[in-house]
């Protein structure tokens, strides 16, 4: 069963409550953007389109783009990509924000990302908001990483309260390659937890575009072929 394909009905206080306090964020980090001038871009071509283990267009490929603009430690910014969920939703636009800083040799990042769906069936309850705390350190040539988000209704019919935990690792063994990797769990209301996993490869072909082959997979294969071992390889171009 792909998780992006369950109905219902919802009270959402504690969804525009937490949708508040993204918005707040996106707009003090895209006005101070505004004034700083940090503002990056990013357009990626993949051939699968895979959020936290799970194919979000049924194994087909996607087209993505997204903006980020920066102030001082704040940080705003928004992407889009196509969907297929087997019904009329055909695009995911995210909006996040949040606050960067250092802590004690820790580079740390407090913030929420809202995920909204075009298209979506009446009622189909998809959009919802993640609060978001990661922290991350250099140790020798590696970089490691943990990081936890949080909904008070997630994505989807039978689910409301959501975590997601994750450990992460990037390498650089050469100039312009970037080996990585992460261990996440993801823990809903409803019976349909799993463990994924991923492994891969990021090359820079230039400054500004960078190939990337991965594999992913979960421990749910039989929640649906969304759920099965892929590997995905992605072209990205930033400016």
């Known amino acids: 069963m792909n998780r992006k394909r369950i109905f219902k009905a919802s009270g959402r206080n504690d969804l525009w409550f937490s949708g508040a306090c993204i918005a707040a964020l996106v707009v003090i980090g895209a006005a101070g953007a505004a004034r700083s001038q940090e503002v990056t871009g990013n357009v990626a071509l993949t051939s699968d389109y895979v959020f936290r283990g799970v194919s979000q267009t049924q194994e087909n490929p996607a087209i ?73 350190r250099a140790v020798g040539p590696a970089t490691l990483g943990v990081a936890a988000y949080w909904s008070p209704d997630f994505f989807g019919a039978s689910e409301d309260e959501a975590t997601y935990l994750e450990a992460n690792a990037a390498f650089s063994p050469a100039e312009r390659w970037t080996l990585s990797g992460a261990v996440g769990r993801q823990w809903v209301s409803s019976d349909l937890d799993y463990t994924t996993w991923n492994a891969g490869a990021a090359f820079a072909l230039t400054d500004n575009l960078s190939l990337d082959v991965r594999y992913h997979d979960t421990d749910q294969h039989d929640f649906g072929d969304a759920y099965g071992a892929r590997a995905v390889a992605s072209l990205k171009a930033t400016f």
Do not use: C, H, I, M
């Open 64 to 136: 993505s783009a997204g903006v980020d603009a920066t102030f001082g430690s704040f940080y705003a910014g928004g992407w889009a990509s196509n969907v297929d969920f087997g019904d009329d939703t055909d695009a995911e636009v995210d909006l996040y924000g949040g606050w960067r800083s250092e802590l004690s040799g820790w580079a740390v990042d407090l913030g929420g990302v809202a995920y909204l769906y075009a298209g979506q069936p009446d009622g189909a309850d998809y959009d919802y908001v993640e609060l978001k705390a990661a922290a991350s």
